[in-house]
Nanobody
């Protein structure tokens, strides 16, 4: 059973920064791509960022490109999105997800992930 535990959410003013963490257990973490998604109230869950199993490739939604940076530490089984220049529209519950395919290509849709964390709230005040 794979477990993903997110942390690092909170309240921040517009223009500020937050660094989320997602620690994984129960799977060979270093062999799976990882992704982050978010869901704002009344909206569908959307892709935010993803990183390949090796860490060599990263992908971002247009809305966060240039502001967010995703990285991973395979020795710690942890993936981090560093979120800078936060905007009120970034307010959402952020979810960490583990890809379904062993050493597969990165996908940016939720269907490509079969394990999810419980989510962490990020609130950006204006």
């Amino acid at each position: 059973q794979v477990q993903l535990v997110e942390s690092g959410g909170g309240l921040v003013q517009a223009g500020g920064s937050l660094r989320l963490s997602c620690q994984a257990s129960g799977r060979t973490f270093s062999s799976y791509a990882m992704g982050w998604f978010r869901q704002a109230p009344g909206k569908e869950r959307e892709f935010v960022a993803a990183i390949s199993w090796s860490g060599g490739s990263t992908y971002y939604a247009d809305s966060v490109k240039g502001r967010f940076t995703i990285s991973r530490d395979n020795a710690k089984n942890t993936v981090y999105p560093q979120m800078n220049s936060l905007k009120p529209e970034d307010t959402a519950v952020y979810y960490c997800a583990c890809a379904a395919r062993y050493r597969g290509v990165v996908v940016t849709t939720s269907g490509g992930y079969n394990y999810w964390g419980q989510g962490t709230q990020v609130t950006v005040s204006s």
